[in-house]
């Protein structure tokens, strides 16, 4: 397989624009973590954003930063760190910005930070065809024209390679916790009622993980909300968050997103219309809706998942391992296949890797 | 030439003879919304239904109609602002809430439901609908959804986009889709992020599923008061460089504080350059710790005074006097003309010093009531348009105004959306190709180029050179307004 891996945007669009000619289809990466999102798909050759990786504004008291889109996360994490903020995606450190928002993964504190798109207020894309593209603007609100940037979050790297963003920025919480109780959904959801303003709940089979965030007087009170429901069993100032993420032993990880008061019914019935081994560890964030599903293999089990995540109106992707989307089709689909015809002509970037085989 | 008159017959079939309208009367009252424009239309629907909205786009499929979507008509922009022989669709009727949910912390509603009543639909159930335009009174969500309103709370709470989860749509072919889910992600590109702030030019809103805030446990809102405007606008920037993000961050200059002041009674210093009202909230802890940090910002820029509302009442009447000083500049002159650009909020002093500076090269008055936390100004240009010549020195000034902010690394609109009055103005932040990507966008919802002609993009903007296959030339004429219909 080829390898691309421009130097700059400039060199990016021209690539495109060969790659366009020559009809030679790519797949675009960035730190790799997350590649197995897509439907599978066949490409002759891989573009490596990873050294575009510079720096272009950053004014802490705007809270905004303005990097290329093959910048790591953990080099945007320790930029951010001096000037006392934070870009809240948890995404591990080798991952890309480019990649995290190509991809719209969740983080585990979305509870209180809200999804990666809410953050993403200015982009540059280069298109199938080797356009550079501008849309947004380095300011916290624009209502000005079509926010192209939306479009482009979460699109799998079909509709152009992002080379540059500008991020939204927040400040870095002054105490941060991370609290551990023993106990399972319905100690998270009792949890999520009775601590004020948590940043995330998150229950797992037999213990639920709460993170807490705040002004230190702030997320002591929190700590005590929390002792009285189930008792604290461990405490962390600054630590990581999750302490860990067992599901992700599992060979085959579905990122379910369901209403979030539906998470216990999709959870908790009893599996037994699952027809292989019954289903792994599994992590939801309360009040958000998204549960990370360990499986042994996406045999049957997926497909019952994925049922199950349809009849409560929501939907269950694979984001380590085969299985792929799923076969939901998604609504608007002529609109969406006039954007993949405008934005990539030649359908050259990745085709049939999203959904509705676009 | 459109058939108006079969397109009529058409419609009072569907939707019943007292919901469409094409009295002179009515044309003129729907010719326009809130901003200068005036434009006009052949009908005017009210649909009460999803099958009425579809019937409405399918006639006007047939009819080739030009397609004008309305909401409560408060927009600044012109977006509801209909030209030609266009059918306006007012989705007023439409203004059920359908369903409140606290344990997915959602409501779905009507696009005619009132920004104001859904908030106080919640407030019982301790939610609120955090956007909160001041102009929530009379608003619709349709509206809202479709301009990505903001509001005082924005700052912290984010604009719309953040409080939408889904959108039931009509699109221009007559066919509906939901886009976005009760479910944190749904299948395919954000099309729900794309269709909010489109300004009516992608389809028509018929439902919305949105996001409710629970209320903060404690808020405390203060008035702080300085002798100098440039004091004021610094204050802004250093709490935010400090870390703390308040709930709102509003500034009133000495114009607006009189004008408040004489219409609310909240007790303003008419004697001030300039006030922050500012509310922070949350627990109890953290309402003590923010307003300490806002008090030492004011504080190291020379705050005179330092009013904290003691209870509901005073805050609400300190709210007050900020939600009503549009209203209260009527005082001022007959006519204003309001702008909306956003800057980077290390750039508001000389922003603001720029705006006056302009304002009094054309001998104009202008005052400033605005977002200050966001960086969002709305210089309100105050004059009589009777008086000969000072329309056009109204329109020199806004242009440098617009110009000032763009060169400080503004853009052109945070809330109120670009509709007629600045479309032109869309080049000076986007370069052809990028205005060619945005028209592929709206071409691949409205192939024909039906949906509320003229607004958003410029004439020039094409998506021909993306592959386009059809629809363009027609969409391309339909974007050039036909002469001598608008002042
Ligand atoms: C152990 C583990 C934990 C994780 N935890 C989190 C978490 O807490 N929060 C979180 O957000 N994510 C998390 N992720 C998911 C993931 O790491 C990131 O969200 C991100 O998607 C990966 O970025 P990447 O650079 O590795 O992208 P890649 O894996 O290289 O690519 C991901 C997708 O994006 C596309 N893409 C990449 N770069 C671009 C670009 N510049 N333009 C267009 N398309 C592009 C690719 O084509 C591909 O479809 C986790 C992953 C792992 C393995
Ligand atoms: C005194 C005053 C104060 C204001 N303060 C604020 C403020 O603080 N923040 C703010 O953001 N705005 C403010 N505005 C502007 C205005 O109120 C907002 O833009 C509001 O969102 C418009 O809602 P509306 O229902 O009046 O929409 P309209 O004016 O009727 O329409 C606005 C746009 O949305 C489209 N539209 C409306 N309904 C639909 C629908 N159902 N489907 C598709 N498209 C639709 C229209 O075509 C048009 O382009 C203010 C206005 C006034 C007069």
Redesign the interface.
């Known amino acids: 397989m080829d390898l691309i891996h421009p130097m700059d945007k400039l060199e990016v669009a021209k690539a495109l624009r060969q790659a366009t000619a020559d009809r030679k289809r790519l797949l675009v990466v960035g730190g790799r973590t997350h590649v197995d999102k897509g439907e599978p798909c066949e490409v002759d050759a891989e573009l490596w954003t990873t050294q575009l990786d510079g720096l272009v504004a950053y004014e802490p008291a705007e809270m905004i930063a303005v990097v290329e889109a093959g910048m790591r996360v953990g080099e945007l994490d320790r930029i951010l760190w001096d000037g006392g903020q934070e870009w809240p995606c948890d995404a591990p450190p080798r991952a890309t910005v480019g990649g995290v928002i190509a991809a719209a993964a969740t983080s585990p504190r979305r509870l209180r930070v809200g999804p990666i798109r809410d953050t993403v207020i200015e982009m540059e894309v280069v298109t199938g065809d080797g356009r550079l593209v501008r849309s947004g603007a380095r300011t916290v609100k624009s209502v000005t024209g079509y926010d192209l940037h939306k479009l482009m979050t979460g699109s799998l790297g079909t509709l152009g390679v992002i080379v540059q963003v500008a991020l939204k920025v927040r400040p870095r919480p002054r105490s941060r916790r991370s609290v551990r109780v023993a106990g399972g959904l319905e100690v998270g959801r009792r949890l999520l009622d009775a601590v004020p303003g948590p940043t995330a709940v998150l229950a797992m089979p037999e213990v639920v993980e709460l993170r807490l965030e705040g002004w230190p007087e702030e997320t002591e009170r929190q700590v005590e909300a929390t002792d009285r429901v189930a008792p604290v069993t461990v405490v962390t100032e600054e630590g990581a968050f999750p302490f860990e993420r067992p599901w992700e032993a599992s060979a085959v990880i579905a990122e379910a997103a369901v209403p979030p008061s539906r998470l216990a019914e999709f959870l908790t019935r009893p599996f037994h219309d699952l027809p292989g081994p019954h289903l792994g560890s599994w992590g939801a964030l309360l009040g958000v809706g998204i549960a990370w599903v360990g499986l042994s293999s996406s045999d049957g089990d997926l497909e019952a998942l994925r049922t199950r995540a349809r009849a409560l109106g929501g939907i269950a992707p694979v984001v380590k391992g085969p299985g792929g989307l799923g076969n939901d089709v998604p609504p608007g689909l002529d609109v969406h296949r006039r954007l993949k015809a405008s934005f990539d002509p030649a359908g050259v970037l990745a085709p049939g890797r999203f959904w509705g085989g676009i | 030439m459109a058939d108006v008159d079969a397109a009529r017959r058409e419609l009072e079939e569907a939707l019943g003879t007292t919901e469409v309208l094409s009295d002179p009367l009515a044309l003129t009252l729907y010719a326009r919304d809130a901003a200068m424009v005036e434009g006009g239309c052949a009908l005017v629907a009210f649909p009460h239904t999803v099958e009425d909205v579809v019937a409405c786009m399918q006639v006007a499929a047939r009819h080739a109609l030009p397609v004008v979507p309305r909401g409560s008509g408060t927009g600044l922009a012109g977006g509801a602002t209909p030209i030609g022989d266009a059918l306006v669709v007012v989705t007023s009727k439409m203004d059920r809430i359908l369903e409140v949910?606290p344990?997915?912390?959602l409501a779905w509603v009507e696009p005619g439901v009132l920004n104001l009543d859904l908030a106080n639909a919640v407030a019982p159930l301790g939610f609120t609908y955090a956007p909160d335009p001041s102009s929530q009174q009379t608003c619709s969500i349709g509206g809202n959804v479709n301009?990505?309103a903001?509001g005082p709370h924005?700052l912290a709470y984010?604009?719309t986009?953040?409080h939408v989860l889904a959108v039931d749509v009509v699109?221009p072919d007559g066919t509906v889709?939901?886009?976005g889910?009760?479910?944190?992600?749904?299948?395919?590109?954000?099309?729900r992020?794309?269709l909010?702030?489109?300004e009516g030019t992608l389809g028509i809103v018929v439902g919305a599923c949105v996001r409710l805030t629970p209320e903060p446990?404690a808020v405390r809102t203060m008035l702080l008061d300085f002798s100098a405007v440039k004091d004021c606008a610094a204050t802004v920037?250093s709490i935010?460089?400090g870390?703390?993000?308040p709930a709102a961050v509003e500034m009133m200059d000495h114009g607006i504080i009189v004008a408040a002041e004489s219409f609310a009674h909240a007790g303003y210093p008419t004697d001030a350059a300039a006030v922050l009202l500012v509310e922070v909230d949350?627990?109890p802890?953290?309402v003590?710790?923010?307003s300490r940090a806002v008090e030492n910002a004011a504080r190291d820029h020379g705050v005179r005074t330092i009013r904290v509302a003691a209870d509901d009442a005073e805050r609400a009447l300190l709210w007050k006097g900020r939600k009503s000083a549009f209203g209260a500049v009527a005082q001022i002159a007959p006519h204003y003309h309001l702008h909306d650009c956003?800057?980077?909020?290390?750039k508001l002093v000389d922003v603001l010093a720029g705006v006056y500076e302009i304002a009094g090269r054309h001998d104009i008055i202008v005052t400033n009531v605005f977002?200050a936390g966001?960086?969002?100004l709305h210089p309100l240009l105050s004059f009589d348009r009777r008086i000969p010549g000072t329309l056009e020195r109204v329109l020199s000034a806004s242009e440098q105004i617009v110009r000032l902010c763009v060169n400080n690394?503004?853009?052109?609109?945070?809330?109120?959306?670009?509709g007629l009055e600045k479309r032109d103005f869309?080049p000076l932040?986007?370069?052809e190709?990028?205005?060619?990507?945005?028209a592929?966008?709206?071409?691949?919802?409205d192939?024909e180029g039906r949906m509320n002609p003229h607004k958003?993009?410029p004439a020039g903007a094409r998506?021909g050179d993306?592959?386009?296959?059809r629809g363009t030339d027609a969409a391309q004429a339909a974007q050039s307004i036909p002469e001598g219909s608008w002042i």
């Open positions: 949910r344990e997915d912390r301009t990505n903001g924005c984010g604009v986009s953040s699109l889709e939901r886009f889910s009760e479910a944190p992600e749904a299948p395919g590109y954000d099309l992020g794309i909010i702030g489109s446990p920037s935010i460089a870390g703390v993000v949350g627990l802890e953290a003590e710790a923010q956003v800057v980077p909020r290390s977002h966001d960086g969002n690394g503004g853009s052109l609109s945070g809330e109120h959306g670009i869309m932040m986007f370069s190709v990028d205005l060619g990507a945005q592929c966008v709206r071409a691949a919802f192939p958003v993009l998506c993306f592959a386009m296959a």
